[in-house]
C-alpha cells in the first residue's frame, strides 16, 4: 500500500524523497531521483503527451494521455508541472512607458498586477490563433491566449509593438 504522497502504476512508481525531490522507480526496479515531467505541447495540448525525464534528461516513461494514469499519479504530476511552470496569463496591458525598446510595461494579469521590461520586439512571439508569448528580460513568459479578447487600450499598445 502506497502512502500519502506516493503514486503507484502498474508499471512505475513516484514518490517524494525526504528532501521533495520526486523519485521515479521503473518497472525494473531502478531509482532515478529527481524525475521532471515535462510537456510536449505546454500551450497547443497541455494534457497530451507528458514525458517523465531523469535529471540527465533521458526519458523514463511516456504519459500519452490523463486518461492512462491513475487520479492519484495525475496529482503527483500536475503539483511538479504547477511548480515548473510559471506562465501569467496577460489580461490588460495598463502601461508602456515607451514604444522604443527596452520599455517596461505595467500589466494586470490572472496573477495579479506585475510590470516586467520587454527587451525588444523579437521577444513577442506570434502562436498559432490569435495567442502571443511574451518573454521579459528575465525570461519569464507571459501569454496573451486570445488578442482578441483584450480590451481596445491593449490591443493599441499591442499593434504598436508588432
Same mark, same amino acid.
Given at each position: 500500500m502506497a502512502d500519502e504522497g506516493t503514486a503507484v502504476m502498474q508499471y512505475f512508481e513516484l514518490r517524494y524523497n525526504d528532501f521533495g525531490r520526486?523519485?521515479?522507480? +521503473?518497472?525494473? +526496479?531502478?531509482?532515478?531521483? +529527481?524525475?521532471i515531467p515535462v510537456r510536449a505541447f505546454p500551450i497547443g495540448a497541455p494534457d497530451e503527451g507528458i514525458a517523465l525525464v531523469s535529471a540527465d534528461g533521458v526519458e523514463l516513461a511516456w504519459i500519452e494521455q490523463w486518461?492512462?494514469?491513475?487520479p492519484t499519479v495525475r496529482?503527483?504530476?500536475e503539483r511538479e508541472l504547477a511548480n515548473r511552470e510559471f506562465m501569467p496569463e496577460i489580461n490588460r496591458i495598463r502601461r508602456v512607458s515607451s514604444?522604443?525598446? %527596452?520599455?517596461?510595461?505595467?500589466? *494586470?494579469?490572472n496573477r495579479g498586477e506585475t510590470s516586467?521590461?520587454?527587451?525588444?520586439?523579437? *521577444?513577442?512571439?506570434?502562436? %498559432? +490563433?490569435?495567442?502571443?508569448?511574451?518573454?521579459?528580460?528575465?525570461g519569464i513568459q507571459f501569454i496573451i491566449r486570445d488578442i482578441k479578447s483584450l480590451d481596445k487600450h491593449s490591443r493599441k499598445i499591442l499593434d504598436r509593438f508588432l
Amino acid at each position: 500500500m502506497a502512502d500519502e504522497g506516493t503514486a503507484v502504476m502498474q508499471y512505475f512508481e513516484l514518490r517524494y524523497n525526504d528532501f521533495g525531490r520526486l523519485v521515479f522507480i +521503473g518497472e525494473d +526496479g531502478v531509482v532515478h531521483e +529527481g524525475a521532471i515531467p515535462v510537456r510536449a505541447f505546454p500551450i497547443g495540448a497541455p494534457d497530451e503527451g507528458i514525458a517523465l525525464v531523469s535529471a540527465d534528461g533521458v526519458e523514463l516513461a511516456w504519459i500519452e494521455q490523463w486518461s492512462d494514469v491513475s487520479p492519484t499519479v495525475r496529482t503527483v504530476i500536475e503539483r511538479e508541472l504547477a511548480n515548473r511552470e510559471f506562465m501569467p496569463e496577460i489580461n490588460r496591458i495598463r502601461r508602456v512607458s515607451s514604444f522604443a525598446t %527596452p520599455t517596461v510595461w505595467e500589466v *494586470d494579469t490572472n496573477r495579479g498586477e506585475t510590470s516586467f521590461t520587454l527587451k525588444g520586439e523579437e *521577444d513577442i512571439r506570434r502562436l %498559432p +490563433g490569435t495567442a502571443l508569448l511574451i518573454a521579459d528580460s528575465h525570461g519569464i513568459q507571459f501569454i496573451i491566449r486570445d488578442i482578441k479578447s483584450l480590451d481596445k487600450h491593449s490591443r493599441k499598445i499591442l499593434d504598436r509593438f508588432l
